[in-house]
């Protein structure tokens, strides 16, 4: 006899979201919870970026842009316990997360050529994931339209403008005080708004379950999701 869970479809979640709505951490404990493999899709963008960077690639070049992110030998770590980043047997987690990075991600992730190149990997990249672990959890900003649109689960994470300043602001700076949250405002705001021209993730599409975390804290965020995991899959059975 086959065990249930060879019989059973892998668990696709996808869970897009802005910035600051806490969705790396929630969608990380998740998939722990799940015990399924976890893919950062932002972390590819942030790789593509420090890529070029690296390599003398000019970011407003956007067809050496599309080149680089074609030949860039990326490997991601997806175990929700210790993701990481590996771009030509370089590990690049601190890397990618630098303001430097941050505030110019944006200028790849609307090159529309880059976003095909990197949705064609993400596919690829939770297929294997699911494959391995019986499911995934992959999250950024198109998973939930675009991506994996036919996702068993799809969730898009929301807080309030506020409540994401606060929580980026701690996160980048340890403490969320007037002055930090105005530093922040650049890489929250300013990066949503160019961001948003590429990708809908303000609002939930058709299908797609939108869980506001503006008055959870983190521990209720995650019971969130797997209650509603756990609603969908109770569904399809
Ligand atoms: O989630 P993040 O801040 O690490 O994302 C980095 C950048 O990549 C950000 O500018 C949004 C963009 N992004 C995207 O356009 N599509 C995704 N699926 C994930 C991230």
Not at 158 to 177: M, P, V, Y
Not at 182 to 202: C, K, L
């Amino acid at each position: 006899m086959t065990p249930a869970s060879e019989s059973q479809a892998p668990l696709v979640i996808a869970i897009d979201g802005p910035s600051g709505s806490g969705k790396s951490s929630v969608s990380r404990a998740a998939a722990k919870a799940l015990g399924i493999g976890y893919l950062d899709t932002g972390a590819m963008y942030r790789a593509v970026t420090w890529w070029c960077l690296d390599q003398g690639v000019d970011l407003e070049d956007a067809e050496a842009v599309v080149r680089a992110a074609r030949e860039m030998p990326l490997t991601m770590g997806t175990d929700p316990a210790a993701p990481w980043v590996e771009v030509d047997g370089r590990r690049i987690d601190a890397e990618i997360r630098t303001t430097d990075i941050s505030s110019v991600v944006s200028k790849v992730a609307t090159n529309l050529d880059v976003r095909s190149e990197l949705r064609r990997r993400q596919r690829e990249l939770m297929a294997g994931i699911a494959e391995r672990t019986g499911g995934v959890i992959a999250e950024g900003r198109d998973i939930t339209t675009v991506v994996a649109a036919d996702a068993t689960v799809r969730i898009l994470l929301t807080a309030s403008e506020e409540a994401r300043l606060r929580r980026r602001s701690a996160e980048l700076h340890g403490e969320a005080s007037q002055t930090t949250i105005a530093a922040t405002r650049d890489q929250i705001v300013r990066r949503d708004r160019d961001d948003s021209t590429v990708s809908t993730f303000h609002e939930a599409a058709d299908g797609v379950m939108l869980l506001d975390t503006s008055d959870l804290d983190f521990d209720q965020s995650v019971q969130a999701v797997l209650d509603i995991v756990a609603a969908a899959t109770a569904e399809s059975r």
